[in-house]
């Protein structure tokens, strides 16, 4: 590994016109001005929203080391009242990272250093320092030594040069310039920060986190509408992505067009895979029935349960006079009885307080389980990793 920093310039890429990034960045161009609209109702596809924030969350830890499966976070979010691990609280952290981010970044919101300090100050809250967790023993300060990064010949800048690096990065990303570069300034800002390595710990979460309150900022409105799991770009090979970053330490230009392709290309790919769950007949028919299906075969659902769910995602807003069918011979107080059963086991939820009228719940729920299958069999998430 090199021992001494190489000074990179921090600059914007023009691909060429008829190269295959121009291309992908006026997809994603149109993509992000595109009005998402389809016929999957509202509660429904907010709950799949969440989900893919706790993927997204399970996916950036695990990229830095973070051994807990897809299957154990899941049931942490069942079962919230057990104590979690060290790696649960690393994922849940991330999770109130992103919700953070959401509350306080708009469209043209600038993205400031007190802003990426607290980012930091969350991803690491309550997590042991290395080497034996992944906190930091300084959470919401940017480093006060010097660093190496495992596996990568880049050397970092020296603690005396930090604050300059700093503030050339913020002042980046903060400059107007034409909109057609924004996803390009998206994509090397990335890099640059984990270039830069500001933190002492932490630096991959954070970047990641950055990247997403980027793309708000630039314009994809995820919390009213799209889904976006960016890390899903990074993490479905965890090697390229490292790979990747490492070429670009060489401040190659076409290096840094190969990085910013393999990140916009990627973004645009899993943008055109979750607008399909929009389609509410596909996503009825090949995620929400094989997921009911899926509880039922494993007994996580009774028989009855299992028809009044299907019902459920039939009529994706419902009362206890729906689910008559599945319950002749029943008188309406019977009725509502199995309804509060359900919903005291979390498989359906009122619409609201106190409210007669439900809708599923898959969302930190026993069917979150089904859910993951079916996402899984459809190619919409990764759970050999």
């Given at each position: 590994m090199s021992s001494r920093f190489t000074h990179r310039i921090l600059r914007l890429v023009i691909p060429d016109y008829d190269s295959e990034l121009t291309d992908v960045v006026m997809d994603l161009q149109y993509l992000r001005r595109h009005t998402l609209g389809g016929s999957t109702p509202a509660p429904i596809f907010f709950q799949l929203k969440r989900l893919f924030h706790t993927l997204e969350s399970i996916n950036s830890t695990r990229i830095e080391g973070n051994r807990t499966s897809i299957a154990e976070a899941i049931?942490?979010?069942?079962?919230?009242?057990?104590?979690?691990?060290?790696?649960?609280?690393?994922?849940?952290?991330?999770?109130?990272?992103?919700?953070?981010?959401?509350?306080?970044?708009?469209?043209?919101?600038?993205?400031?250093?007190?802003?990426?300090?607290e980012l930091h100050k969350i991803v690491v809250r309550d997590l042991s320092p290395p080497p034996n967790g992944e906190g930091d023993k300084t959470p919401?300060?940017?480093?006060?030594?010097?660093?190496?990064?495992?596996?990568?010949?880049?050397?970092?800048?020296?603690?005396?040069?930090?604050?300059?690096?700093?503030?050339?990065?913020?002042?980046?990303?903060?400059?107007?310039?034409?909109?057609?570069?924004?996803?390009?300034?998206?994509?090397?800002?990335?890099?640059?920060?984990?270039?830069?390595?500001?933190?002492?710990?932490?630096?991959?979460?954070v970047v990641r986190l950055i990247t997403y309150a980027q793309l708000i900022s630039k314009g994809f409105d995820v919390r009213t509408g799209r889904i976006l799991n960016p890390s899903a770009v990074f993490c479905s090979d965890r090697e390229q992505y490292y790979s990747m970053l490492s070429a670009a330490d060489s401040g190659n230009s076409q290096a840094i067009i190969d990085w910013c392709l393999y990140v916009l290309k990627g973004l645009r790919d899993e943008l055109e895979k979750i607008d399909r769950l929009v389609n509410y007949d596909f996503l009825r028919s090949r995620i929400l029935q094989p997921a009911l299906t899926h509880c039922?075969?494993?007994?996580?659902?009774?028989?009855?349960?299992?028809?009044?769910?299907?019902?459920?995602?039939?009529?994706?807003?419902?009362?206890?006079?729906?689910?008559?069918?599945?319950?002749?011979?029943?008188?309406?107080?019977?009725?509502?009885?199995?309804?509060?059963?359900?919903?005291?086991?979390?498989?359906?939820?009122?619409?609201?307080?106190?409210?007669?009228?439900?809708?599923?719940?898959?969302?930190?729920?026993?069917?979150?389980?089904?859910?993951?299958?079916?996402?899984?069999?459809?190619?919409?998430?990764?759970?050999?990793?």
């Open positions: 049931e942490a979010s069942i079962n919230p009242e057990q104590p979690g691990t060290e790696g649960i609280r690393e994922i849940q952290n991330n999770e109130a990272a992103m919700r953070f981010i959401e509350e306080q970044i708009d469209e043209d919101s600038p993205i400031s250093r007190a802003f990426v300090r919401g300060a940017f480093r006060s030594g010097n660093v190496t990064i495992h596996r990568a010949e880049h050397t970092p800048p020296d603690v005396s040069q930090l604050p300059e690096y700093l503030d050339e990065f913020i002042n980046f990303i903060n400059e107007p310039s034409d909109p057609k570069f924004d996803l390009l300034r998206v994509a090397i800002t990335h890099h640059r920060f984990a270039w830069i390595h500001p933190f002492s710990n932490g630096n991959g979460r039922k075969e494993r007994a996580l659902i009774s028989d009855l349960e299992f028809n009044i769910l299907l019902i459920a995602i039939d009529i994706p807003i419902f009362q206890a006079s729906d689910i008559e069918p599945v319950t002749m011979g029943q008188i309406p107080a019977q009725r509502s009885r199995v309804l509060r059963k359900m919903r005291e086991n979390k498989l359906i939820e009122p619409m609201s307080k106190n409210g007669r009228k439900y809708v599923v719940k898959f969302s930190n729920s026993p069917l979150t389980r089904g859910l993951i299958y079916a996402l899984a069999e459809e190619g919409f998430i990764d759970l050999s990793s």
